[in-house]
Nanobody
Framework: QVQLVESGGGSVQAGGSLRLTCVVS?????????TAWFRQVPGKEREVVAI???????DYADSVKDRFTVSQDNTKLQLDLQMNNLKPDDTAMYYC?????????????????WGQGIQVTVSS
């Protein structure tokens, strides 16, 4: 059974940094898939934050460009999100996600495997 486990969340003051890590276990099949970080706040849609497309191209939400960096290790089983210059608006539950095959990596419906989520809280 495939599992995605996030770690590294917590509370930080505005301007601070956090690093999230997602580790994939089990037999996830193809390595040429979409992997991403999403986030969600209560009452709002889950939104994409950062994507690694087929293990090569990265893409970001406009709101986090130049502050967040997504990276994947050589095994393509660990996905990290370095978050710098955090703002209160970054406060959310963050989720790691992985598709089972190639697809539209910006679309939430592409993703089949999801982590349980990890809380990030940024105070002003």
């Amino acid at each position: 059974q495939v599992q995605l486990v996030e770690s590294g969340g917590g509370s930080v003051q505005a301007g601070g940094s956090l690093r999230l890590t997602c580790v994939v276990s089990g037999n996830p099949g193809s390595r040429d898939v979409c992997t991403a970080w999403f986030r969600q706040v209560p009452g709002k849609e889950r939104e994409v934050v950062a994507i690694v497309d087929m293990g090569r191209r990265t893409d970001y939400a406009d709101s986090v460009k130049d502050r967040f960096t997504v990276s994947q290790d050589n095994t393509k089983l660990q996905l990290d999100l370095q978050m710098n210059n955090l703002k209160p608006d970054d406060t959310a539950m963050y989720y790691c996600a992985r598709s089972r095959s190639a697809g539209a990596c910006r679309s939430r419906s592409t993703y089949f495997y999801w982590g349980q989520g990890i809380q990030v809280t940024v105070s002003s």
